[in-house]
T-cell receptor
């Protein structure tokens, strides 16, 4: 049982390049999330998927797209990377009950630098 | 809009001391509250989840309380150890499948 896994662990991009961050969970959770963590700002929600087949914008969705490929996998795509997207990206998952997010489990993070 | 505050931002204590970390939120209409630990360069590890109907949760040396009416939660750590050194984050479940995070308290336990 690996929990939540993320690839890659580190990435350096040049401005304008694109990339996809991968996330997978093996806990049969229905809800999945993408956050970014910046110094002094805490974690901010980028996108979430309440269940397979649905995705919704979070607090800071601009410049990102997501795909809920199946129940296990939720990917985050940067179409044209900008230096402002330099951050640590975390994927999380949880069991959804009665419209509320349950206990969240986090992956180890992807450290992205855009030059 | 829900806002979550954790004060102090950093705290140093000698080993063995009991300590309390604070988390405040502005909207009392919450579903639950979760405490996490984050070690440098690592992901978040869930410590405790308190549902809105509960007053407290305990796990080992950790005890988290919730007072919705005053918009506060505290994480009590008993007999602190150097291995407890980390950043502690609280996150408020405000519905619509979302959590709002505080910016964390960086704890250092001195041997």
């Amino acid at each position: 049982n690996a929990g939540v896994t993320q690839t890659p662990k580190f990435q350096v991009l040049k401005t304008g390049q694109s990339m996809t961050l991968q996330c997978a969970q093996d806990m049969n959770h229905n809800s999945m999330y993408w956050y970014r963590q910046d110094p002094g700002m805490g974690l901010r929600l980028i996108y979430y998927s309440a269940s397979e087949g649905t995705t919704d914008k979070g607090e800071v969705p601009n410049g990102y797209n997501v795909s809920r490929l199946n129940k296990r996998e939720f990917s985050l795509r940067l179409e044209s990377a900008a230096p402002s997207q330099t951050s640590v990206y975390f994927c999380a998952s949880s069991i959804r009950t009665s419209g509320n997010s349950g206990e969240q489990y986090f992956g180890p993070g992807t450290r992205l630098t855009v030059t | 809009k829900q806002e979550v505050t954790q004060i102090p931002a950093a705290l140093s204590v000698p080993e063995g001391e009991n300590l309390v970390l604070n988390c405040s939120f502005t909207d009392s209409a919450i579903y639950n509250l979760q405490w996490f630990r984050q070690d440098p360069g690592k992901g978040l590890t869930s410590l405790l989840l308190i549902q809105s109907s509960q007053r407290e949760q305990t796990s080992g040396r950790l005890n988290a309380s919730l007072d919705k009416s005053s918009g506060r939660s505290t994480l009590y750590i008993a007999a602190s150890q150097p291995g407890d050194s980390a950043t502690y984050l609280c996150a408020v479940g405000s519905g619509t499948y979302k959590y709002i995070f505080g910016t964390g308290t960086r704890l250092k336990v001195l041997a």
